[in-house]
């Protein structure tokens, strides 16, 4: 399918400029600027039923947004949808894994994997084309338990790969281990699986934890991304060691940290050295607004903490930092729909973003940011990469942000992979995976 989408606005771009992208066999193969709008042989549609095989015309985009597939770097596919079942009566995150851990005793394959495909595939629709999925992988359980969430969410990989990226990373399961723990570690790790996960801070031996980690991602040339200090402790600063075992194993820009939450609650001069180590190391950073904001100052009274990460100073540093869905009607978080434009948001609510720049930068956190952090450059909107876009019915970036319009067609693989389009009678929001 060949595609001439004309008059269009990339703000990470240049938010005033209008584009016009030409795409042949799915590459784009001409990104031309200007500055007034060019004629085009039709209004660009958000339904499916006017693009026909075969058919080639130059679509009018009439100034609306567009920008790169957006990528989604932190979720937890194997959880989704899984609170009528794993329930969280505190809120706390000791709770949701101690309830999360129960439940999926219980979990069937298909139980599992429909889960996971019914986020993905609502990610999809919203304008997400890459997935970086951190999975359970619980030495604790029944063994079949252990390898049901990876075995799923590979096989969902595969059977969704023609339409997205998914990126599987078993966190590891916490210090100290037993000799059956690495043996059942080692198995996983030969499965084909994108890279090591884990929480060592939640490990009694945080330190030999992160060793081990860095260990297993060295001998099999694996990237590592951890779950890093979630928590309102400002003296929990793991961070600081992952830096420098970062640095130690010559393993920078190869690894990634989220959440960053009791970076928040330390004083500035502790967090200004802290931030500068993780420039030194390259590290990459994640923040995730929308379940710190559900799990974090629980414990406050007045003045609650929000436990959002420090986005403003690593912004300002020089630190690379996305922003991601995490967990989708959980019970870590028990709200979201996929949605990466919702959480950018979020984000810029938490990080008192909101000036024109600052939105600009923000759709960043969702595009290009986390794209190369997950290692996806190949695809995108510019010249020479596969196309790989998501179209906004806005026109400015005040409108996108303030109303998150339903209405967005999704691109990628050569075809529409999905049209989402609100019936302005009706109030019906119609999606169609092609």
Same mark, same amino acid.
């Given at each position: 399918m060949n595609l001439k989408l004309i008059n269009v606005k990339i703000p990470i771009l240049d938010s005033e400029l209008y584009y016009d992208l030409t795409i042949n066999? /799915? =590459?784009v193969i001409a990104l031309d600027a200007h500055e007034m709008k060019q004629k085009a042989d039709r209004a660009f549609s958000f339904n499916k039923d006017d693009y026909k095989q075969g058919e080639e015309w130059t679509w009018d985009g009439k100034g609306r947004i567009l920008i790169p597939g957006m990528t989604d770097a932190h979720m937890h596919l194997d959880k989704s949808h899984s609170l009528l079942v794993a329930q969280n009566h505190s809120g706390t995150l000791v709770e949701a894994i101690q309830s999360y851990t129960q439940a999926s005793e219980t979990f069937t394959d298909e139980n599992v994997k429909g889960r996971m495909r019914k986020t993905a595939l609502s990610a999809l629709a919203h304008g997400t084309t890459t997935i970086?999925?951190?999975i359970d992988f619980n030495t604790k359980v029944q063994e079949e338990t252990t390898f049901k969430g990876v075995r799923m969410a590979l096989e969902l990989k595969q059977e969704l790969a023609p339409y997205m990226e998914i990126q599987?990373?078993?966190m590891l399961p916490y210090y100290p281990y037993e000799e059956y723990d690495r043996k059942k570690i080692e198995q996983m790790l030969t499965m084909g699986v994108d890279g090591v996960g884990g929480a060592p801070h939640i490990s009694e031996r945080p330190l030999e934890c992160i060793d081990e980690i860095f260990t297993y991602a060295l001998k099999h040339g694996l990237p590592i991304d951890l779950h890093t200090d979630e928590s309102d402790d400002p003296s929990v600063e793991t961070v600081l060691y992952i830096a420098e075992k970062a640095i130690e194993a010559r393993y920078e820009g +190869?690894?990634?940290v989220d959440h960053l939450c009791s970076l928040a609650a330390m004083g500035h001069e502790k967090a200004t050295a802290v931030i500068a180590k993780m420039k030194e190391a390259k590290l990459g950073a994640i923040t995730l607004p929308a379940a710190n !904001?559900? !799990?974090q100052g629980r414990g406050d009274r007045g003045v609650v903490r929000r436990g959002i990460t420090r986005v403003g100073e690593l912004l300002e540093a020089g630190v690379p930092i996305a922003t991601a869905?995490?967990?989708?009607? @959980?019970p870590f978080h028990p709200f979201g729909?996929? @949605?990466l434009l919702q959480i950018a948001q979020l984000t810029g609510y938490t990080a008192h973003m909101g000036g024109k720049d600052d939105l600009v930068t923000l759709l960043q956190m969702v595009t290009t940011v986390p794209s190369q952090l997950v290692g996806q450059t190949? +695809? /995108?909107?510019?010249? /020479? =990469? +596969?196309?790989d876009f998501v179209l906004f019915d806005a026109t400015t970036l005040e409108e996108l942000f303030a109303e998150l319009p339903q209405t967005r067609a999704v691109y990628g693989a050569g075809k529409w992979l999905s049209m989402m389009s609100v019936n302005q009678q009706s109030g019906i929001s119609k999606t169609i995976h092609v």
């Open positions: 066999d /799915g =590459q970086r999925t951190h599987v990373f078993p +190869k690894v990634v !904001l559900y !799990l869905s995490d967990n989708v009607c @959980d729909r996929g @949605d190949e +695809k /995108g909107v510019e010249v /020479g =990469q +596969k196309a």
